[in-house]
């Protein structure tokens, strides 16, 4: 059981930054970001491999990233240079794996991040 709760998406400019905030609670620890543009799939945009380990997508690596706060049981996604293309739904992700081995995938509800040009 657990539950995902995105924060931090707004309306900004070319070249400003915003910061992303995913609270989890529960068993579940999230784990990455993926995002959602208007008439496209969701992507990955930053994860968690294992540890300290990172993985981004070319198109946001060097802007954007991904850390947590074990303690505050949250992720977080630091997200600088801003561009238009970066507009879309941001969400976070979990996976879960159960003793028997079934996998159950948690999402937030996601977060508006809109990037005026």
């Known amino acids: 059981q657990g539950q995902l709760v995105e924060s931090g998406g707004g309306l900004v400019h070319t070249g400003e930054s915003l910061r992303l905030s995913c609270a989890a609670s529960g068993s579940i620890t999230a784990m990455g970001w993926y995002r959602q543009a208007p008439g496209k799939q969701r992507e990955l945009v930053a994860t968690f491999i294992s540890g300290a380990i990172t993985n981004y997508a070319d198109s946001v690596k060097g802007r954007f990233t991904i850390s947590r706060d074990n303690a505050q049981n949250t992720l977080y996604l630091q997200m600088n240079s801003l561009k238009p293309e970066d507009t879309a739904v941001y969400y976070c992700?979990?996976?879960?794996?159960?003793?028997?081995?079934?996998?159950?995938?948690?999402w937030g509800q996601g977060t508006q991040v809109t990037v005026s040009s």
């Open positions: 992700h979990a996976r879960a794996v159960s003793s028997l081995g079934y996998v159950h995938d948690y």
